[in-house]
């Protein structure tokens, strides 16, 4: 039997149904595909303001458009992050608050260009905490929309980091305060600790398993 549809997989199938139409314009200067591409990106816009409860889906449009590309510049691709689990000798984990959500999560930051993935978890620990570190291996990879922690089309990858210097000193503009909390003294709120914090604190005790990813799945239709 077929599930029903949820208001998460009707946002996830308006963003890729908006990103093939913004990748079709992309790549081609055929006026009559131009346009049934735009028609597709309205409806797209329209699935997606009705999945999350945005009443202006004509300004998603707009916004969308204004990222339309041409040729390999212009493939919609998901935007990328970094995350570093970075624990001590003493098994903690370095956590950083938000500025602006006040929430705690271990550093994040977006992907910078002219940066490797691991050259972006040390950078943003550093800049974020104070704290140096160095990277021991790729922990996990996630689908952001699939798994529900974003709105828009993101892909986070998560190292496994070790402190190796340095003191704890917050950036200013960046975060409210960060520090090292034991499994059992999580500040709140913690975002997502319930999906990540098992693993996370696994894995700074020295645990070693294979990287976990979003498998492949089956199409909903198909089941």
């Known amino acids: 039997m077929t599930k029903p549809a949820t208001s998460q997989d009707l ?7 908006g990103a093939i139409a913004r990748t079709g314009l992309g790549f081609t ?3 009559y595909e131009r346009e049934r591409f735009e028609e597709v990106l309205k409806i797209a816009a329209e699935i997606r303001s009705a999945a999350i409860g945005d009443p202006d889906p004509d300004g998603l449009v707009v916004e969308w458009m204004k990222s339309v590309g041409s040729g390999v510049s212009g493939y919609v691709t998901p935007k990328v992050t970094v995350g570093a689990i970075v624990g001590n000798e003493q098994g903690e984990i370095l956590l950083v608050q938000r500025a602006d959500s006040g929430v705690w ?7 910078d260009v002219g940066y490797s993935p691991s ?20 922990l ?14 993101l892909v986070s990858i998560v190292f496994l980091c070790r402190a190796v210097g340095g003191e704890i000193d917050p950036h200013p503009l960046e975060t409210s305060g960060c ?8 500040p709140e709120p913690t975002a997502g600790a319930e999906r990540w914090a098992d693993e996370a ?6 645990n070693v398993f294979e990287t976990s990813f979003d498998a492949p799945r ?6």
């Open 11 to 17: 946002a996830i199938w308006g963003e890729s149904l």
């Open 29 to 31: 200067d055929n006026l």
């Open 105 to 111: 999560l271990f550093p994040t930051g977006w992907a």
């Open 119 to 138: 050259e972006v978890a040390v950078k943003e620990v550093f800049e974020e905490t104070g704290i140096q570190c160095e990277v021991v291996r790729v």
């Open 140 to 153: 996990t990879v996630l689908d952001g929309m699939r798994r529900g922690f974003t709105k828009i089309p």
């Open 179 to 186: 520090g090292w909390f034991p499994r059992d003294g999580l």
């Open 201 to 206: 604190f696994s894995a700074i005790g020295g």
């Open 218 to 223: 089956r199409a909903p239709w198909d089941e």
